[in-house]
């Protein structure tokens, strides 16, 4: 048994009951054929903020400049380990020097048991100094030493690269 309502079929006017600027409006966000969205027609309320939160938001570095200070903050723990490590093994190579002074006076004279003395005091005072400063003094040391002789780190930096790529060849041709 069909109900009245079944039987008529109901036909709106969408152009005669609402106003041209609505019809323009349902026309425009209406979908594609087959295609599903949904709408929402309710804003969704945000999360409360914590008190403080714009401050801390405010306060802490986003993006590269806190990327930037994890990398120096790395860089600087790396370059404080080496420090300590460099400043033990000068200490320990300044001790075998003193150690082996009295078999070099035997050896070979006195004269040359002495400069390995003053060469051991010598290191002995560096490792001293290297295990004393931090490694930003050591830098800014370093690079007040470039501004005031800049012939000799250019030197110093030709002659330690000579080094290191005779020890890496070196190491190349024994593999081979």
Do not use: H, W
């Amino acid at each position: 048994m069909a109900t009245d309502q079944e039987k008529k079929p109901t036909t709106r006017k969408a152009s005669a009951k609402k106003p041209a600027a609505k019809q323009a409006a349902a026309k425009k966000s209406s979908p594609a054929k087959g295609v599903n969205v949904k709408r929402t027609t309710a804003a969704k309320p945000s999360a409360p903020l914590k008190a403080g939160a714009t401050r801390a938001a405010s306060a802490k570095p986003t993006g590269k400049a806190d990327l930037k200070d994890r990398a120096f903050d790395k860089v600087r723990s790396t370059a404080n380990d080496g420090k300590a490590k460099a400043g033990e093994a000068i200490g320990s190579l300044s001790e075998m020097i003193e150690n082996s002074a009295k078999s070099i006076d035997e050896n070979v004279g006195e004269k040359y048991g002495d400069y390995a003395r003053s060469a051991a005091d010598a290191m002995s005072s560096f490792a001293e100094k290297v295990n004393a400063k931090d490694v930003d003094e050591m830098v800014d040391d370093a690079r007040n030493f470039v501004r005031k002789r800049p012939a000799v780190a250019i030197g110093a930096a030709a002659v330690i690269g000579l080094l290191v790529s005779r020890l890496i060849k070196s190491g190349t041709d024994d593999r081979s």
